[in-house]
């Protein structure tokens, strides 16, 4: 790696280390406005969250915009760890793609600033179609959520069951952590399987769809661990907390496919738990 390339890459990491500080505050500080609002108290002994309701005087898209806003904070400040190294794979990928012009090193110093600029520009992109594929979800996340508390309010029986219902969700996560279509997604975003091709193309196309990509088959890995996370409290700072340190173990540590096993064992217990505690209670 000549010098140039070594000075873009610290200041790719920095600038990603200042987007996950910004994003994590955002995330402490969303957090603790929802706490200080407090809970709504359910038939059957728990508490529902109110970032599943509008606010007062706030219509239903006002409230979906700011949920979704919020999810978009969590999930850079839960993903980025994870991320840097996917986008670090791909700057490497279209620095030596078919139509990129020689090393760094070998170019005047204007023309070797520009390309920085447009592969940091890129890499931008990049990172742009891959949360957008997080945030559509969270879109989703909220339709359904605040569907389900509607519905809770209404059916108080049913409200009943929520808890037993929380633990065979965190269960069934648990035992998506465990099956062969997780080990699958996991292997690719660890980046352990080679890659189709051994460059990309720098174009904004290739680009944003590689981001796609990335989103999608990042979603799929992580499927349990998100389903983990809603059951117990989107909005549980703990529970992120745990959550970004299994993803990170689970993509970046050398056994992270046996951390990924065994955060799935531990999941089932813990759903399992749930179940027999709401039972017992109820």
């Known amino acids: 790696m000549s010098a140039a390339e070594r000075t873009s890459d610290r200041a790719f ?35 529902m969250s109110m970032t599943w309701m509008r606010m007062p005087g706030q219509t239903w898209p006002g409230a979906a915009a700011s949920f979704v806003a919020m999810w978009a904070a969590m999930t850079a400040a839960m993903m980025l760890p994870s991320l840097v190294p996917m986008l670090r794979r791909y700057r490497c990928a279209a620095a030596v793609g078919p139509d990129r012009a020689p090393a760094i090193a070998a170019l005047p110093p204007s023309l070797a600033v520009g390309r920085e600029m447009r592969l940091g520009a ?12 997080w ?13 389900l508390a509607s519905l809770a309010m209404r059916e108080p029986a049913l409200a009943r069951l929520v808890p037993a219902a ?21 292997t690719r975003c660890r980046g352990t399987v080679p890659p189709g091709i051994p460059a990309l193309r ?13 989103g999608l088959r990042c979603t799929s ?8 996370l809603l059951a117990v409290g989107v909005m549980d700072l703990r529970a992120m907390a745990a959550v970004a340190v299994a ?16 955060v799935g064992v ?17």
């Open 166 to 186: 929380a633990g065979a969700v965190v269960a069934l996560a648990g035992g998506w952590q465990l099956c062969a279509w997780k080990e699958r997604q996991l």
């Open 221 to 228: 890995c992580c499927a349990g661990l998100t389903t983990t």
């Open 135 to 147: 945030t559509v979800l969270g879109a989703a996340v909220f339709a359904v959520g605040a569907a």
């Open 266 to 282: 531990l999941t089932v217990g813990a759903g399992l738990l749930t179940i027999g505690r709401s039972l017992v209670a109820g």
């Open 202 to 214: 720098a174009d904004a196309r290739t680009a944003w769809r590689h981001g796609l990509r990335l």
């Open 13 to 47: 990491l920095a600038v990603a280390a200042l987007l996950f500080l910004g994003s994590a505050a955002l995330t402490i500080r969303w957090c603790a406005s929802m706490a200080a609002m407090g809970e709504m108290v359910m038939p059957g002994g728990w508490a």
């Open 122 to 133: 890129l890499t931008a992109l990049v990172a742009a179609g891959y949360f957008c594929v």
């Open 247 to 262: 993803t990170s173990v689970e993509r970046l540590a050398p056994g992270g496919e046996r951390a990924a096993r065994v």
